[in-house]
């Protein structure tokens, strides 16, 4: 079979034979991966609410004096500084100074001057744009932008504001371009764009003997007696007939919890009060029985690696947690399940417009942390006395 064809809703993947990814052959067969992007529902965007997201600058606790003293030391020329406080909006707090910018001021700043000050606006939960920017491909926004039809002028207003976050590109001023846009339409392509999520299509080749489709169906059940003998019967009822040679779909082989969750976004009634699932909860509930909320809660995340797994030195196998946390406080910043070949599952961001997707694993260290240190941790779920 050439290439990959796919009709998903909110899938941006079209792929040549070329564009195919083939792994390595191992105990879990032979991958075939296609990198894909995907798009939040329309609906999703809307409720988000980010057409009523204010572009002020807050500056709490600062005074006039301050704020002038400060721009001027990131270089913002007299006559700028001078502007954004001949119109300042109303009303004024007294612990602080809202400005708000031009247009002009905004698309004058330096890549250097937007870098700096946004990731001084992040301090404050005020600057929800700033604390919280809309990740950029490494390789650009165009990159993002392909196949989208966003006018290319868009392209390169986007892709002049682009700044480093932690050594990360981000985009932050989404205010202003959906005020110059004036179709409904418009924006939502925008945003769409902007949410792109980068992940993988994956294809399994099924070995030609049995004793291959035995392994193969043993390191994908993770050793469960149950699930490896309905994964060889799969197996090696699809090595048969006409479909014979075809690669499966990966979809097939996790286990039930993550196979109904892979490639989709999450649904409103995932969350709990206003807290969505995150990377800790997909990787917490990857083997789990039965889904337990109770991963929600970012104080259990030492609770569950203690009383239900264990570390292990060597290299991860399928359904291995991969911690991520900084090396001097040992925080813990990101987690995702090991399926095969550097291949992962995942979930980038505790938020609706994250969806869960299959990533390689060097492409989640380039995509979600940039420069900032980062050790890395396997554990392996302990076995229960009473589990076959």
Known sequence: ?????????????????????????????????????????????????FETMPGDWHFPGFTREKVTA??????????????????????QPSDGVILRPSAELIRKLSREQRGRLYGDLARSDRNLMQQLPFSIDPRGFAHMAKGSGLDGDLVSEVTSM????????????LPLLLEEIPDPAGKRRLLSVLLRQEGMLVRVK??????????????????????????LALLDSLSKGEGAGVPMDLLYLPPPNARKLINTYPPQESQVGNVAPDCFWTAFNFLADEVSDRALDPGMIDRYLEDRYEPVPDEPVFGDVIVFSDPETLVPFHACVYLADRLIFTENGQSLLRPWVLMRLDDLAVSYWGDRPMAAHVFRRIREPDQP
């Not at 290439?3 to 070329?18: D, K, R, T």
């Not at 990198?35 to 999703?44: D, G, L, N, R, S």
């Not at 682009?162 to 001023?173: E, I, N, R, S």
């Not at 099924?206 to 994964?231: K, T, V």
């Open 162 to 173: 682009v700044y480093l976050k932690d050594g990360l590109p981000v985009f932050a001023d």
């Open 206 to 231: 099924i070995p030609e003997s049995h004793e291959e489709r035995r392994i193969m169906a043993d390191y994908w059940s993770g050793g469960i007696r149950d699930r490896n003998s309905r994964l």
């Open 70 to 91: 400060y721009l001027e030391s990131i270089g913002m020329e007299q006559s700028q500084v001078a502007s954004l406080f001949s119109d300042l909006p109303e009303p």
């Open 1 to 49: 079979m050439t290439g990959f064809a796919v009709a998903l809703p909110g899938v941006v993947a079209i792929a040549e034979e070329s564009d195919i990814i083939r792994g390595k052959t191992g105990p879990w067969g032979a991958l075939e991966m296609v990198h894909c992007q995907f798009e939040p529902p329309a609906w999703y965007l809307d409720a988000a609410g």
